[in-house]
């Protein structure tokens, strides 16, 4: 079975400039998470998708991140303009929803994308 | 509000030594809580999770971890640690309403002397 499919693996941009970040899910999973992970802190939730719907944005900072999961497979994260504290690995993840929409418990975690802004 | 905290930043045990990291959460139900491993370069993976039942589960890899509701910690254990153990752990609870997501702790850095 294929994991999850993240690109590109490294960024390095200035500030102000743009990136996007792109995810496979594994096939079948319903759900899929952006995480951001900053060097020496665990990963922090920036939005949850649930097919192609928000489920939970609330620690995005929408004024400069957006995020899409078009016809519920893939999902695209952007950022702009980018900011020196955005440097982090960005970790895709996703899950199956059990039945009645129940947590299954397990995230499956690409490779994440690193991305440094200078 | 749900939270994960890891006490120690950074633990240094020797190959063969056992070895205890700990993890403490505040949640407002039966949690569901879950270890992970990040390899450096590596996405996270799953060691184990409690979901109910048994306190004391086991996962991959020779871990184990024992839930204490009393003391609100999910400790992780493994008996003899070996050199391929040196990683980054991260505790995390499960909120798992509206499909479910993680809360991570701040993670655990494992070194392993020769």
């Known amino acids: 079975e294929a994991g999850v499919a993240q690109s590109p693996r490294y960024k390095i941009i200035e500030k102000r400039q743009s990136v996007a970040f792109w995810c496979n899910p594994i096939?079948?999973?319903?759900?899929l998470y952006w995480y951001q992970q900053i060097l020496g802190q665990g990963p922090k939730l920036l939005i949850q998708f649930q097919n192609n719907g928000v489920v939970d944005d609330s620690q995005l900072p929408k004024d400069r991140f957006s995020a899409e999961r078009l016809k519920g497979v893939d999902s695209t994260l952007k950022i702009q303009p980018a900011k020196l504290e955005d440097s982090a690995v960005y970790l895709c993840?996703?899950?199956?929803?059990?039945?009645?929409?129940?947590?299954?418990?397990?995230?499956?975690f690409g490779e994440g994308s690193r991305l440094t802004v200078l | 509000a749900q939270s994960v905290t890891q006490p120690d930043i950074h633990i240094t045990v020797s190959e063969g030594a056992s070895l205890e990291l700990r993890c403490n959460y505040s949640y407002g139900a039966t949690p569901y809580l879950f270890w992970y491993v990040q390899s450096p370069g590596q996405g996270l993976q799953l060691l184990l999770k409690y979901f109910s039942g048994d306190t004391l589960v086991q996962g991959i890899k020779g871990f184990e971890a024992e839930f204490k509701r009393s003391q609100s910690s999910f400790n992780l254990r493994k008996p003899s640690v070996h050199w391929s153990d040196a990683a980054e752990y991260f505790c995390a609870v499960g909120v798992y309403n509206q499909g479910g997501k993680l809360i991570f702790g701040q993670g655990t850095e494992l070194s392993v002397k020769p």
């Open positions: 993840a996703s899950s199956l929803v059990g039945l009645a929409g129940g947590f299954t418990g397990e995230l499956f």
């Open positions: 096939s079948g999973h319903a759900t």
